[in-house]
């Protein structure tokens, strides 16, 4: 069985129509979305946003399974101006699983191996994109992905972590994060985002671009993940 994680049902959308035989599971109460890629089983798990979310939701899904592999996948912020929306980042510094027998078929992608830094929230300023780049070393920014590599570690669990780039430099967020996104309830608050936009009209546009710029992310994600899963052998 290989795991795939994303941290919300808006990255995962594209790869789960990828599924075939998908089903429904509750366990340890979660939900998860199991299926088959090539007839090999497939169990898909949504973390949720940022550390304290990430951390129980993750303790509850490993516990009791026998995983081959699970595959950490998602949207990353670029810390500069070498990655372009879209490309895919295998964190180098976090993935444990043996990609030996993949290597021919991941340099067929659009991907960087390099390091991902998992940071309490998301980066705005490119000032600040930099400067972090810089200090660490790493070429993006999640929210989750280091939790996730620590239960895995935990369960004696390989991992890859793969990662679309969602927003650099030159194509930032459209919007504060603030009104993008409410952690605490783990989805956009609509009625804040409505009000910035009313105050903000150019913001509209911008969040037009950005919804083109996800998709494009969501789709090569997704077809990342097809091949890792086709691919990788225990």
């Known amino acids: 069985m290989i795991a795939v994680t994303f941290a919300l049902p808006a990255e995962s959308s594209r790869f789960l129509r990828l599924l075939q035989n998908k089903n429904k599971r509750r366990n340890n109460g ?4 199991a299926g088959e890629i090539d007839n090999r ?4 798990f949504h973390t949720g946003v940022g550390e304290k979310v990430c951390r129980q939701r993750m303790a509850r899904f490993l516990q009791d399974r026998k995983l081959d592999c699970l595959i950490s996948a998602g949207f990353a912020g670029a810390l500069n101006n070498r990655l372009n929306v879209g490309d895919l980042l295998l964190a180098k ?5 043996d990609l030996s027998g993949t290597r021919s078929s991941v340099s067929n992608l659009p991907i960087h191996i390099a390091d991902l830094l998992t940071v309490p929230s998301m980066v705005d300023s490119s000032e600040e994109r930099a400067k972090i780049g810089q200090a660490t070393g790493a070429e993006a920014v999640d ?3 280091e ?3 620590r239960a895995c570690a935990e369960h004696g669990v390989p991992l890859l972590s793969l990662r679309a780039i969602s927003d650099t430099p030159r194509q930032p967020l459209p919007a504060p994060l603030s ?15 409505a009000f910035y936009l009313a105050k903000n009209p150019p913001a509209i546009w911008r969040l037009i671009s950005f919804a083109r710029q996800i998709g494009r992310a969501r789709e090569r994600l997704s077809n990342g993940i097809v091949t ?7």
């Not at 089983?41 to 898909?44: A, L, S």
């Not at 510094?93 to 699983?97: I, L, Q, V």
């Not at 605490?184 to 985002?193: C, E, F, I, S």
Request: zero cysteines; a neutral charge.
């Open 30 to 33: 979660i939900t998860t979305i």
């Open 41 to 44: 089983p497939i169990e898909v």
């Open 93 to 97: 510094n976090f993935s444990t699983a």
């Open 143 to 145: 929210m989750e992905t």
């Open 147 to 149: 939790f996730i590599a």
């Open 179 to 193: 009104v993008l996104f409410d952690l605490d309830r783990q989805r956009t608050n609509a009625g804040r985002l």
């Open 228 to 234: 890792l899963v086709r691919e990788w052998r225990p």
